[in-house]
């Protein structure tokens, strides 16, 4: 991992052209729309680009720590962002998301995701409430089954929650690739908002069965892991970003592996994540400018299937 970052901070150093140019000016993103797209279910348009925060936010929160992550909150908001996700399952990120969102401007944006990760509707009633508590929000907007644990005895309480406004959207996740064939099932019998996957550059198998389906049922899709984990940035360490990129506004390689991934017809945001304020100010820039159609995708699938 902090081998991964270091390297990233090589690549910040080489921001050329359009991308820094619009980071750095004043009001950039105040003046700009940033790029979004339709939750299927509702209507309600989101940012293409979250943020995650499973290790990055599990930091604690301590003084030290809430200083040093208040900038990369900032600036998410400052760029656009709103959609936030979290778990229990991550340490203390929902405890440090709680204190930060005080201290930030433009909070009031907020699209509030996190998870139920526990066995038994009891026990995940008492794990959701105390999400809320340490998050301070009146309600989540989106409530997740992590990874499908006890997915089918979590429904009925989420979908009571939901009718009864103590939730607005209901979810399901997995990630790292697994789990396939039975989230297809649980989307096939399931009327979910949103479902949560990994998916990118690195991982395109759900084009086969999962986008498609997700399409059909009308549910907004949300990219995990968009980064491997930062293994992308090894895959690439030290090439060119290649002519086309200028073509979508990406000045750097965490913009095209991000543009890739929200410019999937059935995908409706990624949510990479950093505990860095200039890593962040990088992945925002995907928040804006054009996004590939299909047929520079497919030059954009083959340039990195070759290096």
Same mark, same amino acid.
């Given at each position: 991992m902090v081998k991964r970052m270091t390297q990233r901070r090589r690549f910040l150093q080489g921001l050329t052209g359009l991308g820094l140019a619009l980071a750095l000016e004043p009001g950039f993103a105040a003046e700009r729309a940033p790029l979004s797209k339709p939750i299927p279910s509702s209507g309600e348009r989101i940012p293409v680009i979250g943020?995650?925060?499973?290790?990055?936010?599990?930091?604690?929160?301590? /003084?030290?720590?809430?200083?040093?992550?208040?900038?990369?909150?900032?600036?998410? &908001?400052?760029?656009?962002?709103?959609?936030?996700?979290?778990?229990?399952?991550?340490?203390?990120?929902?405890?440090?998301i709680g204190e930060l969102l005080p201290r930030v401007k433009g909070k009031e944006a907020l699209f509030a995701a996190t998870k139920v990760w526990i066995y038994g509707q009891a026990l995940g009633r008492r794990q959701?409430?105390?999400?809320? %508590?340490?998050?301070?929000?009146?309600?989540?907007?989106?409530?997740?089954?992590?990874?499908?644990?006890?997915?089918?005895?979590?429904?009925?309480?989420?979908?009571?929650? %939901?009718?009864?406004?103590?939730?607005?959207?209901?979810?399901?996740?997995?990630?790292?690739?697994?789990?396939?064939d039975e989230l297809l099932? /649980?989307?096939? %019998?399931?009327?979910?908002? &949103?479902?949560?996957f990994t998916y990118g550059l690195h991982d395109r198998e759900p084009e086969r069965r999962l986008l498609p389906l997700a399409a059909e049922r009308r549910m907004a899709v949300i990219a995990n892991r968009p980064f491997d984990g930062g293994a992308l940035f090894d895959r690439v360490r030290g090439k060119p970003l290649p002519g086309w990129a200028a073509e979508i506004d990406c000045a750097n390689?965490?913009?095209?592996?991000?543009?890739? /991934?929200?410019?999937?017809? /059935?995908?409706?945001?990624?949510?990479?994540?950093?505990?860095?304020p200039a890593h962040m100010l990088e992945n925002m820039g995907a928040n804006f400018g054009r996004l590939p159609d299909a047929a520079l995708r497919r030059r954009m699938a083959q340039h990195f299937d070759s290096l």
């Open positions: 943020v995650g925060s499973w290790l990055t936010f599990d930091s604690g929160a301590s /003084a030290g720590a809430l200083d040093r992550l208040q900038p990369v909150l900032q600036t998410f &908001f400052d760029n656009g962002g709103r959609l936030i996700d979290s778990s229990p399952m991550y340490g203390t990120a929902e405890r440090v959701m409430e105390a999400s809320r %508590k340490l998050w301070g929000v009146p309600r989540f907007d989106l409530m997740q089954i992590h990874n499908m644990l006890d997915w089918e005895g979590h429904l009925d309480v989420l979908r009571e929650m %939901k009718r009864e406004g103590r939730l607005r959207y209901i979810g399901i996740t997995t990630s790292h690739g697994r789990r396939h099932q /649980a989307m096939q %019998k399931t009327d979910f908002d &949103f479902v949560q390689w965490a913009q095209v592996f991000l543009k890739f /991934a929200v410019s999937h017809p /059935a995908v409706t945001c990624a949510i990479p994540a950093t505990s860095n």
